[in-house]
């Protein structure tokens, strides 16, 4: 095992005994698509350079409001954390960057910038945390941060926001996430004006301290912590949050944070017909902001989502560059092993959309042929494009099995040798 995370040697030779079989599948495939019209290396190519950022949050196990089981090896610190990523982008090659959670992650930028570089790691998005104290704060989050009735506890959330910058300049980040879970849990306990009016002033002083090569991106959550309000509930809140802070603020979908019926590939469209779709923090959900694996529960959805995706990156929607983010809360799986699944069913998600066939599914929707429109997008949601995946990813380097190959690495078991049991760190819901 190499400190980049997985041997190569034990990837080439995991791959090896799997290569005819994925050669005469690829083919299978290419044949098939080629009927349809469609070069599968074209296909290919554009996997190939499809990324999803890991949270470093998400490589432990993050747990439940009601109780956290740690498994073996849990990383102890960010660089713990960052070297689980490294062998999560050595099997996959999907996962080239990792999204920072300051203050869990907080250390020496320049060892952090150190660390990534001999990892061959990149870093995503910044995430703030004022939805919990933090030792040494001089003002508690009790009843909101940004959005408190007090100013002087805004400012200490503001600043914390832009030590976040701070930090993120030093490492290469271009972006910050806010997600705030200030809100109310009692009817007439917040006046909603005036606490979105904080908010916003909060928000315009966290903009002002942005570079000019930056993005903003604000996240809405319909409920939880707040159980009766949220400042930032959805994303019609969240909208006018992009419009009010200025053309460097976008809004970040993550799939959980809807009721369950909500449309959510339509909310994606709107914000990519008005410039402001920031990125996404995928997961999946049965109930509410459940943080299951991506494409778990429902890989249909997923698939919509990229197929609005899909859509604008074809037709040149303006303004469109959406960051690709994970945000998931293992409990009982590995949390590399999850990743790495993940990671490859948002990539499938991708695949799958770039085979509709968007001429077809045009014409039957000016005609108003209901039936042949929803099948031209199943046709292409039932294409198994495994081959492309494992095709994209064993010509970068990556493993053709990547859960496979984890398992015969031995590596959790190493790391557990090495990382003695540690009953907190953290981790949970973001
Ligand atoms: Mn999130």
């Given amino acids: 095992m190499s400190e980049a995370g997985i041997d190569a040697g034990l990837i080439e030779k995991h791959n090896e005994s799997r290569m005819e079989a994925l050669r005469r599948d ?35 196990t993050g747990g439940t409001r009601f109780a956290r089981f740690p498994g073996p090896g849990e990383p102890r610190d960010i660089f713990d954390k960052l070297a689980d990523c490294a062998v999560i982008q050595s099997l996959t090659r999907a996962t080239p960057t990792v999204s ?49 009735t007090d100013a002087a506890t805004r400012r200490q959330a503001i600043e914390h926001n832009i030590e976040c910058i701070e930090i993120g300049k030093a490492i290469g980040s271009r972006a910050l996430t806010v997600w705030i879970g200030d809100g109310s849990n009692f009817p007439g306990q917040s006046n909603f004006t005036k606490a979105f009016e904080r908010y916003l002033d909060s928000m315009r002083a966290i903009y002002a301290a942005l570079p000019d090569d930056w993005r903003i991106f604000t996240e809405h959550k319909l409920y939880e912590p707040a159980f009766y309000s949220t400042v930032v509930q959805d994303w019609g809140t969240n909208y006018i949050i992009a419009q009010e802070l200025g053309p460097k603020a ?26 402001k779709l920031g990125g996404f923090h995928f997961n999946d959900s049965k109930y509410g902001d459940d943080d299951l694996d991506s494409g778990s529960i429902d890989p249909y959805r997923l698939f919509l989502v990229f197929n609005e995706l899909v859509d604008a990156e074809k037709r040149g ?56 429109a929803t099948l031209t997008l199943k046709a ?34 190493k790391v557990a040798e090495e990382r003695p049991a540690v009953a907190g760190g953290g981790g949970g819901i973001v």
Wanted: glycine share 8%; with cysteine; net charge negative.
């Fill in 26 to 60: 690829y083919e299978a495939l290419g044949e098939q698509l080629d009927r349809r019209g469609i070069a599968i290396d074209a296909i290919k190519e554009k996997v190939a350079a499809f990324g999803v950022a890991i949270p470093s949050w998400g490589v432990g």
């Fill in 100 to 148: 920072l959670h300051i203050p869990w992650d907080k250390a020496d930028p320049a060892l952090l910038r150190e660390a990534a570089q001999r990892l061959g790691l990149g870093f995503d998005a910044m995430n703030s945390n004022t939805f919990q104290d933090h030792p040494g704060d001089r003002y508690s989050y009790k009843f909101g941060s940004l959005s408190h």
């Fill in 250 to 275: 976008f809004c970040l979908v993550d799939l959980g944070h809807h009721a369950p019926t909500v449309n959510i590939e339509m909310i994606v469209a709107r914000l990519i017909q008005y410039g």
């Fill in 317 to 372: 929607a303006a303004g469109f560059n959406p960051a690709h983010m994970l945000d998931q809360s293992h409990n009982v799986t590995d949390p590399i092993e999850s990743l790495m699944v993940s990671a490859t069913e948002v990539a499938r998600a991708y695949a799958q959309a770039l085979l509709v066939d968007r001429n077809a599914l045009e014409a039957y929707q000016e005609s108003n042929d209901a039936l042949m």
């Fill in 380 to 413: 292409a949601f039932r294409t198994d494009v495994e081959p492309i995946l494992a095709m994209a990813r064993v010509e970068k380097g990556g493993a053709a099995d990547p859960v496979a190959a984890f398992r015969e690495s031995g590596y959790r078991r």
